[in-house]
């Protein structure tokens, strides 16, 4: 429906003069707020019938009568798939290097990620380590009196005789582009502050260890990870974002959180059946509220959960050493020098990031 204005102006002794054309305006948005009762074909149509949609056409007639229907959408342009590589080794180089006039116009290609990477898997009970090029994780136990340096120690002996470059970590805690943000609530102290890229003399990548093990889990579209370990991990990637989460601290009743329900803890109290309930139960609640296309289930007790709602698959603990590779495909993953401190290298990559 046009909008109403002041009458023309009539000249003296003349009929009203002929208003100039309006100018159709480069671009139009519309916001169309639809309700359950009052809104229907009609009234949509009645209210957007003198809007023009889409850009300006290069003339505009002036006689065109008002458009009686909504003209149909566009088709959304299709999103780009995550590209993460399967692995990490090093990207394949051309058989033969291309003249300088072939590619002067090209953009700069992103230099490869490190040929050999070791990841470390750090959870509540136990550690697992696994270097490209191997087959076989090797792991060693942890617990309440685990500490850096005893990770460092830990991580020494069960890497011997493998050759690597770079390291990826995966801690139970908060972790931002310093390193651990939070201590473990399942390990010992002294992780804020502690440097370990000069510990280890590598270059270091840290992240919490369920967005690792999600990033190793991950086949595209909206996927949330819920780890099933010491406690509850969790983490959502959607459009090409890796989204740490700390479900476990949402409350499951009055007086019990997620994490307290679903953990080893809830499980040895709850017993193995309600403890399947209870699960099936959060991970129906949950996947519906994340609005996830599907859920995948990893971490030590996943494979206690009998049955999985639609949707829902488990995963493997071993994705957790997949997601330590494909960490290094991830710029926003802030690098940890080897000479302490990080490297501010810039994020340009618009494939994946991490928040």
Known sequence: MAPMGPPPAIPEGGAPAEPPPAEAPAHALVTIDIGG?????????????????????????????????????????????????????????????????????????????????????????????????????????????????????????LAQGWDYEAISIGLPALVGPQGPRSEPGNLGPGWVGFDYAAAFGKPVKMVNDAAMQALGSYEGGRMLFLGLGTGLGSALITGHVVVPLELGRLPYDTTRTLGEVLGRRGLERLGKGEWRKACLRALTALMHAFVADYVVVGGGNAKNVKELPPGARRGHNLTAFRGGFRLWSADDVWVLAASGGESLHPTAQEALRML
Not at 55 to 67: D, E, H, K, Q
């Open 37 to 157: 009762l009052t809104t229907g074909p009609a009234i949509v149509e009645a209210a957007l019938g003198d809007l023009y949609f889409g850009p300006a056409p290069p003339a505009l007639a002036p006689a065109a009568p008002p458009p009686t229907s909504i003209p149909p959408p566009e088709e959304p342009a299709e999103e780009a798939p995550l590209a993460i590589p399967a692995e990490a080794a090093p990207r394949e180089q051309p058989p033969e290097a291309a003249s300088p006039e072939a590619v002067q116009d090209e953009p700069a290609a992103r230099p490869a990620g490190p040929p050999s990477i070791l990841t470390i898997d750090v959870g509540g009970t136990k550690v697992k380590i696994l270097a490209t090029g191997q087959t076989e994780p090797r792991k060693a136990p942890s617990g309440r009196d685990f500490t850096p340096s005893r990770l460092i120690e830990t991580v020494r002996s």
